[in-house]
């Protein structure tokens, strides 16, 4: 753990459920791993990524929660990770999504600019929760090695259709955003955009909420899904834009000016995705008052878990699988 952070690991036959509290005033992460053990070294060379299978989120969730996944590499004595993000849902819902191996180039202990991840001396694999305050919780079902992303089920990254509010929709994108850009300014520009992405694409699907704001949501996940996450942040300035373009509209005011953003982000696309639609203005004044409250009494519980000794970090009882 990191610092005040705290973190309570469960595995079972269904997996690993992994809840606890980020404290940012020092440390700031949560983590569990899984060792190969010193001998147990494991040759992924013919495989292309990891597929990893997690439950979606309680619907009541603020907003997703990014992951760094992480594989240790011998040959380079660190490890390298990748970001993804897990998305609220209906209970009983999944989420998965593909991870090829060229992503896994974040180095959170050490930074090597010309360092890449040996998959032929992978001796370890883990989870880490970075910079988001306040409480989480989730499931890991499965982590897989795969040949291909031909093998990854065609479900895969599909997201949990939500139903929600505008209201909800306007929580969850400032709550993305203070997450977010935290992550972005501790040096981890990949946690924001896996999150801002799981954000985008959750509003897109989403049920009962402003078909204007949803045209603008899915026109960023369609302009950004060109670049990849945890290649570069250019997707994750798309997102900002079309974020702060919904919360501009959910208060009544006009969108942003295109020149706050990298030159990435310009282009008609926001003002094509609003023509000949509006949105409903909200007590956005109430709304912050009520986010923060959320934020801090979900901190202030687990402050109490955490007090009380519940903190039980160990190894994953599931190995990472090898798909025939």
């Given at each position: 753990m990191g610092g005040r952070s705290s973190g309570n690991l469960q595995v079972s036959d269904s997996g690993a459920r992994f809840e606890g509290s980020i404290n940012i005033d020092g440390g700031g992460f949560a983590s569990f791993r899984?060792?190969?053990g010193w001998f147990g070294e494991r040759n992924l060379r013919d495989y292309a990524g990891l597929w990893v299978e997690v439950d979606a989120l309680a619907e009541s969730t603020l907003a997703p929660v990014a992951l760094h996944v992480e594989l240790d590499d011998a040959s380079e004595r660190s490890g390298f990770g990748a970001a993804m993000a897990i998305p609220p849902g209906p209970e009983g819902s999944t989420y998965s999504v593909f991870l090829p191996f060229s992503w896994f180039r974040k180095q959170l202990l050490r930074s090597c600019r010309n360092c890449i991840l040996n998959p032929g001396r992978v001796t370890g694999v883990g989870i880490v929760v970075l910079y988001q305050e306040g409480f989480f919780s989730f499931r890991v079902r499965?982590?897989?090695?795969?040949s291909s992303e031909s093998e990854v089920p065609s479900s895969a990254g599909r997201m949990p259709t939500l139903t929600t509010s505008d209201s909800d929709v306007w929580k969850m994108i400032r709550a993305s955003i203070l997450r977010g850009s935290y992550a972005w300014n501790q040096g981890y520009p990949e946690?924001?955009?896996?999150l801002y992405n799981s954000t985008a694409f959750v509003i897109s699907s989403a049920r009962n909420i402003s078909g204007t704001v949803q045209n603008v949501a899915r026109a960023a996940t369609s302009y950004a899904e060109q670049f990849p996450l945890n290649l570069g942040n250019n997707a994750a300035w798309i997102y900002r834009r079309s974020f702060d373009t919904i919360s501009a509209a959910y208060e009544g005011s006009a969108p942003p000016p295109e020149s706050r953003y990298p030159q990435v982000a310009h282009g008609d696309w926001v003002r094509t995705a609003m023509?000949?639609?509006?949105?409903q203005p909200l007590p956005v004044s109430e709304l912050a008052n009520e986010l923060q409250q959320q934020m801090v009494s979900g901190a202030a519980g687990q402050f109490a878990l955490r007090i009380l000794g519940l903190l039980f970090v160990g190894c994953m009882h599931f190995l990472v699988g090898l798909a025939k």
């Amino acid at each position: 753990m990191g610092g005040r952070s705290s973190g309570n690991l469960q595995v079972s036959d269904s997996g690993a459920r992994f809840e606890g509290s980020i404290n940012i005033d020092g440390g700031g992460f949560a983590s569990f791993r899984r060792d190969f053990g010193w001998f147990g070294e494991r040759n992924l060379r013919d495989y292309a990524g990891l597929w990893v299978e997690v439950d979606a989120l309680a619907e009541s969730t603020l907003a997703p929660v990014a992951l760094h996944v992480e594989l240790d590499d011998a040959s380079e004595r660190s490890g390298f990770g990748a970001a993804m993000a897990i998305p609220p849902g209906p209970e009983g819902s999944t989420y998965s999504v593909f991870l090829p191996f060229s992503w896994f180039r974040k180095q959170l202990l050490r930074s090597c600019r010309n360092c890449i991840l040996n998959p032929g001396r992978v001796t370890g694999v883990g989870i880490v929760v970075l910079y988001q305050e306040g409480f989480f919780s989730f499931r890991v079902r499965k982590i897989y090695a795969v040949s291909s992303e031909s093998e990854v089920p065609s479900s895969a990254g599909r997201m949990p259709t939500l139903t929600t509010s505008d209201s909800d929709v306007w929580k969850m994108i400032r709550a993305s955003i203070l997450r977010g850009s935290y992550a972005w300014n501790q040096g981890y520009p990949e946690q924001c955009g896996a999150l801002y992405n799981s954000t985008a694409f959750v509003i897109s699907s989403a049920r009962n909420i402003s078909g204007t704001v949803q045209n603008v949501a899915r026109a960023a996940t369609s302009y950004a899904e060109q670049f990849p996450l945890n290649l570069g942040n250019n997707a994750a300035w798309i997102y900002r834009r079309s974020f702060d373009t919904i919360s501009a509209a959910y208060e009544g005011s006009a969108p942003p000016p295109e020149s706050r953003y990298p030159q990435v982000a310009h282009g008609d696309w926001v003002r094509t995705a609003m023509s000949g639609g509006s949105v409903q203005p909200l007590p956005v004044s109430e709304l912050a008052n009520e986010l923060q409250q959320q934020m801090v009494s979900g901190a202030a519980g687990q402050f109490a878990l955490r007090i009380l000794g519940l903190l039980f970090v160990g190894c994953m009882h599931f190995l990472v699988g090898l798909a025939k």
